[in-house]
């Protein structure tokens, strides 16, 4: 060491470590991630959390079933419906209730606006993050549209507390259905726009095509589920495989990555799979208004819910992937312990492992592709 | 072609003035004016790049800020003021220097920068007879003070002290430097055909065949190579990785705010004009009216031509370039670092190279 020192011809190289995040434009919300660099080269990454813990399961512990909706709500802020749709699907599981028809078809009408909701924030900030600030303006005027609709639906706009045990809370408002097929025919032209904007852009294909590739047995492996998972060729979508509310009664396909653009599971596959699945989502929205029936949405449950002594797991296909929430009931009326299974915590850990070996530039790319919430791996 | 500065000087001379003090006086003067005209660019940048990006993004841009502030105006004004707004902002926003950085270098750094746009704009000619400084190696002289602003760039994110700031400044002139080979070899071409190195001979020689960008298939590519190597040049999307916003926060800028920031941001802008004036006077005819295109028209019909209206023709010309390069801003994804490198070492340069030996070939036979 001393020897070194002394002889100044030596230079000394090491890793450089990075310190991107909480306050980053392309994290996504809070979250850091320890980079260890040699020049633009990524050696390691190491993503730190808890930024935005809430104490969310905790908060279960002490609140009545009805009452743990708007917590759920906050988890995936920009698919609050699915959050509260997968809890509320859990509760009647060990409530063992059966809904009005009625209330199964709008939950799956919401359901799918707010999937594409969430896929147009997901695929406008993959833009942003490959440096196409246009194509996330787009997105985000069409999304406004959906947000409008959930506002005459439930009077809020990110938080709906709509979808809850037992039911939802409002029956849909005059001309709903109407207003929402319209948005369907206005919408359906705007993804080829997005897609000549963006997903056929040359640049935006060398950018994104072979890279960050997840072979399938390693998205498995980690527990990469939703679209992620799909864009590495896996045709996996709990809506089909283990059939939720009405599913069952729709129409719609399951689109996989194909690795058109380089190979299977890179980025390119993964943000196209997001998509084609705006795409189904606006079959199944379109047949479920066609035969949505009459009736009413609210189930004679009481007002305090007090299901037997028991347990169970729901599961949900979210936005994001397999949302689980594993309930355990003591008889009373508030749960003794609430654990949500985060897909976006899962798909965050194979970050390392597709990064290692590439570019910065690479790095927020992965992570784009991977479309984390942090209020949901952080709960 | 008789430059600003001696126009200055001759016209005085019969007053019996010394000449030291003379010179002085001019070179403060056309100093000011160049700032002036390097303020006023930038004001009208930023607006026209923020209704540009507006509409392009289905938004309307500033729309509140009206210059009179009456109600009625507001909207027809349609947020002019807001030029004026983003000025004083940045004028009395709190100026930040870090504790760790090195404080004389994070001072000198934009002011560096700024020098260097303001050096390149004395031999640049806005018309016929209107340039500072009438260099007969004009081209020689604009590609090198270009290339000045690359060391302030370093500096500037060196002495900040910051590693995002590193990032940015070595990826800057890795860029800027590699850029400058094709800009050189495409404005070379030009050179070889019209041998001058003068931007007044080298319009006058356009005045008297054609515009150089139809002139041959040659001239036609090398504007191509010129044009998107001045947007990798002045660092702009898609070629904006040293500032990349959403990968290293906002590059060899990132500590910087208040004035010195502001002296950045005007150096950008200034680049931006300088490179597209450059191009409209090399390629698109400069100070002559566009039915020189071609020269089919007879010699009466050169109405269009004069020292002040050409100053019109090379604005307008550089203002469409402006336009595209807004364009390309609001359109196009970023490049990754070694994609942009292998475009320029291995598409442009190579093209460059083989454009120059073709155009000689061309001259030869046509």
Known sequence: ??????????????????????????????????????????????????????????????????????????????????????????????????????????????????????????????????????????????????????ETLCGARLLYNYIWPGGVSHDLPPLFIERTKEFLDYFTPKIDELNQLLTTNKIFIERSADVGVLPADVAINFGVTGPSLRGSGVKFDLRKNEPYSIYEKFDFDVPIGKGEMGSVGDCWDRYYVRVLEMIESVKIIRQACEQIPEGDVHEALPKKIRPEKGEVYGRYESARGDVGFYIISNGKNIPLRVKMRSPAFCNLSVLSEISEGWMISDVIANLGSLDIVLGEIDR | MTSITDTIITSFSEYNIDIAILLTAAITILGIMIFMIMAVNTLVAVYFERKVSAF??????????????????????????????????????????????????????????????????????????????????GIFYIIAMSSVGVIGIILAGWSSNNKWSLYGAMRAAA?????????????????????????????????????????????????????????????????????AESELVAGWMTEYSGFRWSLFFLSEYANMLIVSIVASIVFLGGWLSPLHIFNIFPESWDLMDGPLIGVFWVFIKAVLLIFVMMWFRWTFPRLRVDQLMYLCWKVFIPFALANLFFVSLWELIF
């Open chain 1, 1 to 150: 060491m001393e020897k070194q020192l002394q002889d100044k011809s030596v230079i000394e190289t090491g890793e450089m470590v990075l310190n991107m995040g909480p306050q980053h434009p392309s994290t996504h919300g809070v979250l850091r991630l320890k980079i260890h660099t040699d020049g633009e080269i990524v050696s390691k990454i190491e993503p730190i959390l808890g930024y935005l813990h809430r104490c969310f399961e905790k908060h279960c512990e002490k609140l009545g079933y009805e009452q743990i909706v708007p917590f759920t709500d906050r988890c995936d802020y920009l698919a609050s419906m699915h959050m509260d749709h997968a809890f509320s699907i859990a509760v009647e599981k060990l409530l063992d209730v059966k809904l009005p028809e009625r209330v199964e078809f709008i939950r799956v009408i919401v359901a799918e606006l707010q999937r594409i909701a969430s896929h147009l924030i997901a695929v406008g900030a993959f833009g942003l993050d490959v440096g196409a600030i246009t194509p996330f303006t787009w997105t985000l005027r069409d999304r406004e549209r959906i947000l409008d609709l959930f």
């Open chain 2, 175 to 243: 860029q800027i430097v590699s850029y400058e080979i094709p800009i050189g070899l495409s404005l070379l071409l030009v050179v070889l055909v019209s041998g001058s190195l003068h931007l007044g001979n080298i319009v006058q020689w356009q005045a008297d065949h054609r515009w150089f960008i139809f002139h041959s298939p040659f001239t036609f590519l090398a504007f191509f190579i010129y044009f998107i190597s001045t947007v990798a040049e002045t660092n702009r999307t898609p070629f904006d990785i040293p500032e």
């Open chain 2, 56 to 137: 392009m993004q289905d938004r309307l841009g500033p729309m509140e800020v009206g210059i009179f502030g009456f109600k009625g105006g507001k909207k027809f004004w349609g947020g002019i003021g807001q030029i004026i707004a983003d000025g004083i902002k940045l004028l009395t926003k709190e100026d930040i220097l870090p504790n760790d950085a090195d404080k004389a270098l994070m001072i000198i750094a934009p002011f560096i920068i700024f020098t260097g746009a303001l050096l390149t704009f004395i031999g640049l000619p806005l018309s016929e007879n209107i340039v500072v400084s009438d260099f007969n190696i």
